[in-house]
């Protein structure tokens, strides 16, 4: 019989293959909460699972997580972890460390087949989709960083997760769908739809069923306030302009002045910058309940854009703000170790490998995680 991963298997469809091999549906529930809730790695650890049953399920299926291969801690705090599958393709993960939360940026494809102007990862062609499993996997790893297992009720350092790494959500939205739903039942990680962020760079016609789906929080990567400009800087805005855009926000289920739409805006010196982008930037949302997060851009070699003056951001910040918008600036975070989403993996492939703090599993299998 052809094994398979565990690991990223839903719950409905974990019942349904207990089903089919005989096995009670209450053995199914048991073994949800062994792996998602305290988070083990191996079938003789699930103590009230007879012998003979995990032997069993040892024969159809594996347990596994993306390797954690590499680590590197940022002066401010800030992680990023080199994840490997099993057929070598890697992503990095990043956990940002803040007072109160602390937040992952998790990837949903290696590399995307969208290519925005100022986006490395769109440099690169599309490698492959994710599987439910890798995505889960993603946030099973920082668990097992910082020890986090049982699933604890509060201070997690583990407690956000915002899919702003590599790909387009939106476009591998099965596996995405498959892995936040398990990432949110509440009888394993338990993670709130209100502490998930999903970004994407517009695929209107998946946005209402991810909010009706999965009702996550909805960013969206909008970065110009003009088609011309827009369609040059993200080319999926030929497909589905602007206006079509914001109609699928106005209509993003669950929005409102509590859950609002984040929209991300690059910050590019000399092509967005403007007051007057600001101000058509403020116009344009009107109506919708939404937040602005001003992104100063992350460069990387190669890129024909600048970031723009910390005078230009403050200047379009204040507009915003002024009309009664938070627009916070975000702040860059892990810098010193490229940790920016948006571009993940794609600047560390240049760095010698050796300049990389090399993680060994075992140590993460005893509990000394680089947390
Ligand atoms: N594909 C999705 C999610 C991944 S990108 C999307 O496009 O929304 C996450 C965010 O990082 C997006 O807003 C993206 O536009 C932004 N980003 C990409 N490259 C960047 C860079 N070099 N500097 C700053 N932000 C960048
Ligand atoms: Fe893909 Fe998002 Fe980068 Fe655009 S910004 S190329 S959609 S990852």
């Known amino acids: 019989m052809q094994q398979t991963n565990i690991i990223g298997i839903g719950r409905d469809d974990l019942n349904g293959l207990f089903k089919e091999a005989g096995i009670p549906a209450f053995r199914a529930k048991q073994i949800w909460h062994w792996l998602y809730f305290q988070g083990v790695r191996s079938f003789d650890q699930m103590a009230n699972v007879p012998k003979d049953l995990r032997a069993r399920l040892s024969e159809m299926f594996f347990i596994h997580r993306p390797t954690l291969s590499q680590a590197q801690v940022s002066t401010d705090g800030t992680q990023k972890w080199l994840l490997k599958f099993y057929d070598g393709q890697e992503v990095e993960c990043v956990h940002i460390p803040e007072v109160d939360r602390g937040t992952i940026c998790i990837s949903s494809q290696v ?5 925005c102007k100022f986006c490395h990862t769109g440099t690169q062609k599309l490698v492959r989709n994710l599987t439910s499993g890798e995505i889960v996997g993603q946030m099973m790893v920082a668990r097992d960083v910082f020890n986090e297992w049982p699933t604890p009720f509060s201070h997690r350092h583990v407690s956000n997760i915002v899919m702003m790494g590599m790909g387009e959500p939106l476009y591998n939205y099965e596996n995405v769908a498959n892995a936040l739903k398990i990432i949110m039942d509440p009888e394993g990680i338990s993670l709130s739809k209100r502490k998930i962020t999903l970004s994407t760079s517009g695929v209107v016609p998946m946005m209402q069923q ?30 589905y302009p602007i206006k079509e855009l914001l109609e699928a926000c106005r209509n993003y289920p669950g929005a409102n002045n509590a859950n609002r739409i984040t929209f991300e805006y690059v910050m590019l010196k000399g092509v967005n910058d403007t007051p007057a982008d600001a101000r058509e930037l403020v116009r344009l949302l009107k109506h919708i309940p939404s937040k602005i997060n001003l992104i100063p851009f992350n460069p990387w070699p190669g890129s024909s854009f600048e970031c723009s003056s910390p005078k230009a951001i403050a200047e379009f910040s204040e507009i915003v703000f002024k009309a009664g918008y938070s627009a916070p600036v975000r702040t860059p975070r892990g810098r010193d170790i490229l940790a920016a989403c948006g ?18 599993s075992e140590d993460l299998n005893s509990g000394q995680g680089i947390g």
């Open 111 to 115: 590399g995307c087949t969208l290519t």
């Open 210 to 239: 991810c909010g009706e789906e999965l009702g996550v929080n909805l960013a969206v990567s909008l970065h110009a306030v003009r088609d011309e400009l827009r369609n040059i800087l993200v080319p999926l805005n030929k497909k």
């Open 343 to 360: 571009q993940l993996k794609s600047e560390s492939e240049r760095k010698s490998k050796s300049k990389l703090q090399n993680i060994h």
